[in-house]
T-cell receptor
Framework: NAGVMQNPRHLVRRRGQEARLRCSPMKGHSHVYWYRQLPEEGLKFMVYLQKENIIDESGMPKERFSAEFPKEGPSILRIQQVVRGDSAAYFC????????????FGDGTRLSIL | SQQGEEDPQALSIQEGENATMNCSYKTSINNLQWYRQNSGRGLVHLILIRSNEREKHSGRLRVTLDTSKKSSSLLITASRAADTASYFCATDAMEYGNKLVFGAGTILRVKS
């Protein structure tokens, strides 16, 4: 397994429930980015994390969304009290050092809100 | 318009023809990257061109960068049906974190 792994691939939630999206970066990568993609649009940056630290969360909605990247285990994007507008594809990307290395993407989690 | 705008929005060509996609951006950049996305899948990194480079090749791909015009182009030569996908440019702006700013993409369809 050399790539970025995201799970689940598809997630269905009812309005008001919580959604947890997981991302395991490529081996040796300690920088993780989350992006959201609406249908027929490009990806929009949400948050950038390094191990145990949030570096840039300027793209995260102010409420209901949170992200973490613990010392051990995958990065988690958590959406509380989901609404229909949260339906989208959520992609995780990772990169190694130095900072000019390309980001490598997972296959995404497609979140559908009923 | 936002950083990293591609044109055309959609392109349909015959197998064997060349495909050219363009990207414009607004701010200073560290580098510009092109990605491909097949339907329902994640993004595959194609090529990265740094701000001090003008042209880069990788197989059938050729990327140019004109920082004075803040634009880039992706040329796919001798296209194949398997090249059918969406193509995105993404800029890595001059700020900490290297978050990528994507355009809306070009949908390429190669007919066999």
């Amino acid at each position: 397994n050399a790539g970025v792994m995201q799970n689940p691939r598809h997630l269905v939630r009812r309005r008001g429930q919580e959604a947890r999206l997981r991302c395991s970066p490529m081996k040796g990568h300690s920088h993780v980015y989350w992006y959201r993609q609406l249908p027929e649009e490009g990806l929009k940056f949400m948050v950038y994390l390094q191990k145990e630290n949030i570096i840039d969360e300027s793209g995260m909605p102010k409420e209901r969304f949170s992200a973490e990247f613990p010392k051990e285990g995958p990065s988690i994007l958590r959406i509380q009290q989901v609404v229909r507008g949260d339906s989208a594809a959520y992609f995780c990307a990772s990169r190694g050092a130095p900072s000019n290395q390309p980001q490598h993407f997972g296959d995404g989690t497609r979140l559908s809100i009923l | 318009s936002q950083q990293g705008e591609e044109d055309p929005q959609a392109l349909s060509i015959q197998e064997g023809e060349n495909a050219t996609m363009n990207c414009s951006y607004k701010t200073s950049i560290n580098n510009l990257q092109w990605y491909r996305q097949n339907s329902g899948r994640g993004l595959v990194h194609l090529i990265l061109i740094r701000s001090n480079e003008r042209e880069k090749h990788s197989g059938r791909l050729r990327v140019t960068l004109d920082t004075s015009k803040k634009s880039s182009s992706l040329l796919i030569t001798a296209s194949r049906a398997a090249d059918t996908a969406s193509y995105f440019c993404a800029t890595d702006a001059m700020e900490y974190g290297n978050k990528l700013v994507f355009g809306a993409g070009t949908i390429l369809r190669v007919k066999s």
